[in-house]
């Protein structure tokens, strides 16, 4: 199964997985149900990922990283009755 991020993403979550060997990424609409933990998936970077965590939020508030997210992102996942926070390990 492959995940896929947008642009603006590559270079962050790359440099996520290369220094702590893990990543986060938010997930919104059908994309926020899409994965289940235990998921190993091929990323656009060839590198494979498995799917350790997962955390839903409503509020943008929970967000446990609100701080590194732009404007425009909030706004977008705000816009969202739901999302999901997931953590990606390289394997």
Avoid: C
């Amino acid at each position: 199964m492959q995940i896929d991020f947008p642009p603006e993403e590559h270079a962050s979550i790359q440099q996520q997985l290369n220094h702590f060997g893990f990543a986060y990424t938010t997930r919104i609409s059908d994309e926020a149900k899409k994965y289940k933990v235990g998921y190993v998936l091929d990323t656009p970077f060839d590198r494979r990922v498995r799917v350790s965590q997962i955390d839903t939020f409503r509020d943008i508030s929970e967000h446990p990283h609100l701080n590194e997210l732009t404007d425009d992102w909030i706004k977008k996942i705000s816009s969202f009755g739901e999302y999901a926070v997931i953590r990606l390990d390289l394997i």
